[in-house]
């Protein structure tokens, strides 16, 4: 690094800031249409000098979405408490069954093991669509559409495989000899997953429960199709913003906002796990 | 109560499908007594990693039976066996420092603070890693690493202590001055211990009795001196030994007065019957092919010896390496002197019978070494 010319350093720093705006200014954007109205955002040409209101974040917050054919209800702090309660449980769910499932695939080899873990890892790269009408008929003969519970199994289908694939690999990195002197030194196999198994992968499986939480909470399709309004994400509830008399950009804009901004807390708390995480490798002896 | 602390009986080890897998380990016996250290010698792949984990309990017996103390233990969870063990990798707990990592062995013995300290201190100081008890893995070297989970294992009083490749990383003249004492250690405490080590000074220097293995076989399980003095087949001849012993193919012919052995290029080594007991001379006769071997500090130079051509001569600092061209393959001497010849000179070479160790050609079985019958 610090044989870098100035120049490179110049050139570097240019690079790096157009990476940043490419990808900042979308989100920059919409943080600033969500203090405007749908008048200023459609102006010609765009400008940044408005006067900011607060009246999208109330109209989401009340309830009530004014438009031009008249007052709507929506139900948008519904979805979005439908959103972190389906994630959270979900990825609490997935940790729960993936975590020991990851440890035994990544620890013993039992017969069908291999195929036992490729069956659930396709359920990742099966387009969801393709088991979407079978999944819907089953759901109504099972009592299970419009159903929390049923949603959350079904988001399984997108957290589990992340789990336990991630989480295995960080089991796989750990040493097995590392397990077997705890274990040698007079403790039970579980012992030794709860006391050097799980603190050695912890930051493997933040990081993994981590996504899992950020697909959940993107998921679209299957809410959409196996739920109704008042369990439905924001991902579907952000469709009520097209109304009959037009898409509404400024409530869409602070509806994005508010929904954004969970997982980009976490995902910065969790930085630094993840970091961690991806130098867990660098323990090894 | 027996006096004997493991009993290996009938053991396999295959990694897959029991008789269709590898084959690691092949009808193992062995028994170790209590007080005893063992050394498992071998090359890579040669059986003694997994027999030793075997005895831990961190793989699966696939037959036959292993028992601690008199009881069978092959089913048993490692837990309940009472092992210590040092590991190859080291296997430290990396969120422990060296110190916890040591005192994490004795948590199970419940012995209080201030002992468990003073056993601590105690194991620091005979692995000279006093200095760094308070690091942690991550930040200490290879070698300091292997010296901590040495000490791990060593402070345990386990029934058996398993030692793989304990002293590997370490710089060899802190290994030299380790040996002594970590012998000192088990010895003084009565511990019974079993180190698997490719390293034949190690072996030698710390084992009551070798066991050495190859291609998963016991090849000869016994005191160091016999193993130099009387391996029991060309394996363990030729394995054990540094240089290592020469070993030419001969066809053998006798009568009432002489032995004659016959090697490549016509080369004829030949022997006054007398030289060898009557025994050994039936059993010679009774083969047709033999391999002879002998050690390369047994060869002796001589005027009336067999013709020999220098090919390497080497000065190591404190004694002569000669690599001498004979019947057809290569001779190495050990001399104890600085050796003046040229490369291509001309030497006699002369095999002393009582050094010479016959094998049989086939079976690469031990004959007779020098005057005696394996």
């Known amino acids: 690094m610090d044989t870098m010319s100035p120049v490179e350093r110049v050139l570097r720093a240019l690079a790096l800031t157009l990476v940043v705006v490419f990808f900042m200014f979308p989100i920059f954007w919409i943080f600033l249409m969500s203090f405007q109205t749908n008048e200023t955002i459609l102006s010609i040409p765009p400008s940044i000098v408005f006067s900011p209101t607060l009246s999208n974040y109330a109209a989401l917050i009340t309830g009530k979405l004014q438009t031009a054919a008249g007052t709507l209800d929506i139900a948008f702090m519904r979805n979005l408490g439908n959103s972190i309660f389906l994630s959270v449980t979900s990825v609490a769910v997935a940790l729960v069954l993936g975590v020991p499932a990851a440890y035994a695939f990544a620890r013993h080899k039992f017969k069908g093991s291999e195929d036992i873990a490729f069956t659930l890892l396709s359920f990742r790269f099966a387009p969801p669509l393709l088991v979407l009408l079978p999944l819907t008929q089953y759901f109504q003969w099972l009592g299970l559409s419009n159903t929390y519970f049923g949603l959350i199994w079904v988001y399984q289908l997108i957290c589990l495989p992340l789990i336990l694939w991630i989480v295995r690999g960080y089991f796989e990195d750990i040493s097995a000899d590392v397990e077997y002197a705890y274990r040698i ?70 509806a994005i906002v508010l929904s954004v901004t969970p997982t980009l807390a976490l995902a910065l708390y969790a930085q630094r796990y993840l970091v961690e995480g991806l130098s867990l490798g660098a323990v090894k002896g | 109560m027996t006096d004997t602390a493991l009993l290996i009986r009938d053991v396999d080890k295959f990694y897959g499908p029991v008789d269709y897998g590898v084959h690691a380990v092949k009808k193992l016996n062995m028994d170790v007594r209590k007080g005893e250290i063992i050394a498992l010698l071998g090359s890579s792949g040669c059986g003694k990693t997994s027999t030793l984990r075997m005895i831990a309990g961190f793989e699966a017996v696939s037959r036959g039976t292993i028992s601690l103390g008199g009881r069978e233990v092959q089913t048993f969870a490692p837990v309940r066996r009472n092992v210590a063990m040092a590991f190859e990798g080291y296997s430290l707990y990396p969120p422990l420092t060296v110190r916890e990592n ?51 294992a060593l402070i345990r009083d386990a029934s058996l202590h398993l030692l793989d490749e304990p002293m590997g990383q370490l710089e060899p003249q802190l290994r030299a001055v380790l040996r002594g004492r970590i012998k000192h250690y088990i010895k003084e405490r009565g511990l019974t211990a079993i180190l698997v080590t490719h390293d034949q000074t190690e072996a030698n220097a710390l084992a009551d009795r070798i066991a050495v293995m190859e291609g998963g076989v016991l090849q000869q399980f016994d005191t160091p001196q016999k193993i130099k003095e009387r391996p029991a087949n060309l394996f363990t001849g030729t394995f054990v030994g540094e240089p290592p012993m020469n ?28 030289d060898f007991s009557h025994a050994v001379r039936d059993a010679l006769m009774k083969r047709q092919k033999v391999v002879l071997g002998i050690r390369p500090y047994s060869v002796r130079r001589s005027a009336d010896g ?12 404190d004694q002569t390496h000669i690599a001498a061209d004979f019947a057809g393959g290569t001779m190495v001497l050990v001399e104890h002197d600085r050796t003046e010849l040229a490369v291509g000179q001309p030497i006699g070479i002369r095999l002393d019978p009582s050094s010479l160790h016959v094998f049989d050609g086939d079976s690469g079985k031990a004959i007779s070494h020098g005057e005696e019958l394996a």
């Open chain 2, 247 to 274: 070993v030419f193919e001969a066809s053998i012919t006798g009568s009432e007065t002489r032995v004659s052995f016959g090697l490549k290029d016509g080369v004829r080594l030949e022997y006054p019957a007398s």
């Open chain 2, 102 to 152: 040591i005192a994490f062995a004795l948590k199970a013995s419940k012995l209080s603070q201030s002992v468990v300290d003073d056993k601590v201190a105690g194991i620091a100081k005979l692995l000279e890693i006093e200095d760094i008890l308070g690091r942690y893995p991550s930040s200490i070297s290879g070698g300091q690493q292997q010296r901590a989970s040495l000490g791990r």
């Open chain 1, 185 to 254: 030194a007079g403790h039970s196999w579980f012992a030794t997953f709860r006391k050097i198994a799980l603190p050695l992968a912890g930051p493997g499986i933040a990081a993994a429960g981590l996504l899992a939480f950020i697909f959940a909470w993107n998921n679209f399709v299957f809410a959409l199709v196996l739920a109704s309004a008042d369990k439905q994400p924001v991902t579907v509830g952000a469709l009520a913003f097209i109304t009959s008399s037009g898409i509404q950009y400024g409530q869409i804009a602070s």
């Open chain 2, 306 to 317: 067999v013709a020999g051509r220098v090919a390497v001569n080497q000065w190591l600092g």
